[in-house]
């Protein structure tokens, strides 16, 4: 008799589920008839979803890397997802490069000896800019130096001297006589210099020479 009772409360069980279950399906559709912009919000999550990750993979080719997914639910515009994917590229890259190197002023022999000191430590040559404000021609020439200067990043450094700011005695030791005069020194000594008078991307290109030799 218990047995039979046992089998009675789990029929009666299962009919309350099933029924249970009917009455949330009759539910569901009563509401999807009532509501029909249910279905279509569900389509377009559906959607956007597909568009996210497509744009996720075209970036990921196009930065020629895998980062991270840096959104989940959030409904990101093209542009707007593209900008984030770039932001992540810019961080996580490791072969970033500078596009340009500010030059540092040397003020004085001292500080023209520890530069010296510090390249070769390193084994590298240093570049520096014989220059004065009045001079047009070196004014010209300090952008595209610096330029240059982002190319040899790491292998070379480069520095300015404005002769008519700075002890004659560091004017002296370059023995300058024409600006602007650039100079490429190593393991103390000046090893050899272009004067740049001629036009300024022969002059980059010689100062490109002359790095090539001692890098």
């Avoid at 009919?15 to 399906?25: D, P």
């Avoid at 596009?99 to 500080?111: G, K, S, Y």
């Avoid at 560091?170 to 600006?179: E, F, N, T």
Wanted: aromatic share 8%.
């Amino acid at each position: 008799m218990a047995y039979e009772n046992l089998k009675i409360s789990h029929h009666i069980a299962s009919l309350s589920t099933n029924i249970h279950t009917e009455t949330k399906k009759k539910n569901l559709m009563a509401a999807l008839a009532s509501n029909p912009q249910m279905l279509t919000r569900q389509a377009h999550s559906n959607k956007n979803e597909q568009f996210r990750r497509r744009e996720s993979l075209n970036l990921e080719k196009k930065c020629g890397f895998c980062v991270r997914r840096v959104h989940s639910n959030e409904k990101l515009g093209k542009s707007h997802m593209e900008k984030e994917w770039r932001r992540k590229a810019f961080w996580s890259s490791n072969t970033y490069q500078p596009t340009t190197v500010e030059m540092e002023p040397i003020n004085n022999v001292e500080e023209l000896d520890a530069v010296l000191s510090h390249a070769r430590q390193l084994s590298q040559p240093i570049i520096i800019e014989w220059m004065a404000s009045w001079c047009r021609k070196c004014i010209y020439l300090k952008p595209k130096l610096e330029k240059l200067a982002a190319e040899y990043n790491n292998r070379a450094k480069f520095y300015y001297v404005d002769v008519n700011k700075v002890p004659q005695t560091l004017v002296k030791r370059g023995d300058i006589s024409k600006m602007p005069t650039i100079q490429l020194w190593k393991e103390d000594e000046m090893k050899e210099e272009v004067i740049g008078g001629h036009k300024g991307w022969l002059v980059i290109e010689e100062v490109r020479e002359l790095i090539n030799k001692y890098v």
